[in-house]
Nanobody, 125 residues
Framework: QVEFVQSGGGSVQSGGSLKLSCKMS????????IGWFRQAPGNKREGVAT???????SYRESVKGRFTISEDKDTNTLYLQLNGLRSEDSAKYHC???????????????????WGPGTEVTVSS
């Protein structure tokens, strides 16, 4: 069972930046997919970015060049740096994880089985 403690988020003006953090525990395997998805009120959940055990990242097209996913393996912490924020980026952002027995694809829109409680990002124009 993976547990998540999320931090970061908040309210910024268009063009601003935020950094989201997600400390995970109960995560011990070598092969995994971890990432972020977001959901705005009334909208479907949408994948934002993922990174696999080899450090390969995948991004939603609309966030490429603006968002950066990274991880600190020593502290089991996942990050999402959000730059150039737009009003359409406003949503609740959840970190998520999946553990594998062998390497498997980890696309940005992976449907995770486990995720954190979420943190709000609000961008005003």
């Amino acid at each position: 069972q993976v547990e998540f403690v999320q931090s970061g988020g908040g309210s910024v003006q268009s063009g601003g930046s935020l950094k989201l953090s997600c400390k995970m525990s109960g995560f011990t395997v070598r092969h995994y997919c971890i990432g972020w998805f977001r959901q705005a009120p009334g909208n479907k959940r949408e994948g934002v970015a993922t990174i696999d055990g080899n450090g390969e990242a995948s991004y939603r097209e609309s966030v490429k060049g603006r968002f950066t996913i990274s991880e600190d393996k020593d502290t089991n912490t996942l990050y999402l740096q959000l730059n150039g924020l737009r009003s359409e980026d406003s949503a609740k952002y959840h970190c998520a994880a999946e553990q594998f027995l062998a390497p498997l694809p980890c696309p940005y829109n992976y449907r995770f089985s486990y995720w954190g409680p979420g943190t709000e990002v609000t961008v005003s124009s």
